[in-house]
């Protein structure tokens, strides 16, 4: 058995799609394995593996943070699905592509959860691969008709907004109280400490932070996670990754005791989403989605003829 490099183009709805029918299929988050973090010279390797009935596979996936100044990406990597049965590889994928699809596709499933019906204005924090990942994403999703771009360099942003403004959207390059006026905020910045006044959010919004896999390091404040009601993909991972929840803890504003839905409960109804207060959702990343995926975007290419049933 053979396997062949294979593009990624799957939408982010039909993203969107495989992450939920992998939980509504019985999929429990807390139950995968987790991944090891390696440091290297040039930053940090990622290894994910995951499995279920069906399909195997593993992420390797590089962090390098001096590559953007090289007019390189920032995630490198590859992700190797294999047949689960026999574990012999199937196919190959670029990993930065199947990471800036997935990610925003677990933005984009918790949120349509979390967000208010009406939602339609998104503040935006960065104006990387992955902003314009969760733009598509969240569009999937939400009736957006709004966008405020925060980032730290004005080109990105204005480049980001322009992007935005052809879809259709009334999009401007703001500031971080812009989250005032928010719907939905979304977080996906290399930052490590908090992007604004968590004091600001009005109680009906939905935040998410991917940015971060790190226990030092956060992208919104004590206050925000306080005031919240708080979802993860997995509370095992998010104990052991989330800086954006560790750190609250460890200045005794939260617990670890305290309520912790994960990704699984939300998207089957088990989980309680209050309304009068803002709805907070860390995502670190987990292999499971990489495969589920994965797997879909094989199947794909399958059905349409680019490898064979004995590939």
Same mark, same amino acid.
């Given at each position: 058995m053979t396997h062949a490099s294979l593009p990624i183009d799957l939408t982010p709805a039909q993203a969107v799609a495989a992450l939920e029918r992998a939980l509504l299929d019985g999929l429990d988050p807390e139950s995968c394995p987790p991944r090891s973090n390696i440091a290297v010279p040039a930053g940090e390797l990622l290894l994910m593996p995951a499995a279920d009935h069906r399909y195997a596979g593993v992420k390797i996936a590089g962090v390098a943070p001096a590559n953007p100044g090289r007019g390189l990406p920032r995630i490198t990597g590859s992700h190797l699905l294999l047949d689960g049965p026999t574990l012999q590889p199937l196919a190959l994928f670029d990993g930065a592509a199947l990471t800036a699809l997935r990610t925003p596709a677990v933005t984009a499933l918790a949120l349509r959860e979390l967000a208010v019906p009406e939602a339609e204005h998104l503040v935006l924090f960065g104006a990387g691969p992955q902003a314009y990942g969760h733009l598509d994403a969240l569009r999937a999703v939400r009736?957006?008709?709004?966008?405020?771009?925060?980032?730290?360099?004005? *080109?990105? $942003?204005? &480049?980001?907004?322009?992007?935005?403004?052809? /879809?259709?959207? =009334?999009a401007t390059v703001g500031t971080p109280d812009a989250v005032a006026g928010a719907d939905l905020v979304v977080c996906c910045t290399t930052a490590r400490t908090p992007l604004f006044d968590g004091r600001l959010v009005s109680e009906h919004a939905a935040v998410a932070a991917v940015g971060s896999h790190e226990p030092t390091a956060r992208e919104v404040d004590t206050?925000?996670?306080?005031?919240?009601?708080?979802?993860?993909? *997995?509370? $095992?991972? &998010?104990?052991?990754?989330?800086?954006?929840? /560790?750190?609250? =803890?460890?200045?005794?504003?939260?617990?670890?005791?305290d309520p912790l839905a994960n990704l699984s409960e939300l998207v089957t109804?088990?989980?309680?989403?209050?309304?009068?207060?803002p709805r907070?959702?860390?995502?670190?990343?987990?292999?499971?989605?990489?495969?589920?995926?994965?797997?879909v975007q094989y199947e794909a290419h399958r059905a349409r003829g680019k490898v064979s049933q004995s590939t």
């Amino acid at each position: 058995m053979t396997h062949a490099s294979l593009p990624i183009d799957l939408t982010p709805a039909q993203a969107v799609a495989a992450l939920e029918r992998a939980l509504l299929d019985g999929l429990d988050p807390e139950s995968c394995p987790p991944r090891s973090n390696i440091a290297v010279p040039a930053g940090e390797l990622l290894l994910m593996p995951a499995a279920d009935h069906r399909y195997a596979g593993v992420k390797i996936a590089g962090v390098a943070p001096a590559n953007p100044g090289r007019g390189l990406p920032r995630i490198t990597g590859s992700h190797l699905l294999l047949d689960g049965p026999t574990l012999q590889p199937l196919a190959l994928f670029d990993g930065a592509a199947l990471t800036a699809l997935r990610t925003p596709a677990v933005t984009a499933l918790a949120l349509r959860e979390l967000a208010v019906p009406e939602a339609e204005h998104l503040v935006l924090f960065g104006a990387g691969p992955q902003a314009y990942g969760h733009l598509d994403a969240l569009r999937a999703v939400r009736p957006l008709t709004r966008l405020t771009v925060v980032a730290r360099r004005s *080109a990105p $942003a204005e &480049a980001f907004a322009a992007h935005a403004r052809a /879809l259709g959207l =009334a999009a401007t390059v703001g500031t971080p109280d812009a989250v005032a006026g928010a719907d939905l905020v979304v977080c996906c910045t290399t930052a490590r400490t908090p992007l604004f006044d968590g004091r600001l959010v009005s109680e009906h919004a939905a935040v998410a932070a991917v940015g971060s896999h790190e226990p030092t390091a956060r992208e919104v404040d004590t206050v925000l996670v306080a005031r919240s009601a708080r979802y993860v993909e *997995a509370r $095992a991972v &998010a104990l052991r990754e989330a800086g954006d929840l /560790l750190i609250p =803890a460890r200045e005794g504003a939260i617990t670890t005791a305290d309520p912790l839905a994960n990704l699984s409960e939300l998207v089957t109804g088990r989980a309680v989403v209050p309304t009068g207060r803002p709805r907070f959702f860390k995502s670190v990343g987990m292999a499971w989605q990489d495969l589920a995926v994965a797997a879909v975007q094989y199947e794909a290419h399958r059905a349409r003829g680019k490898v064979s049933q004995s590939t």
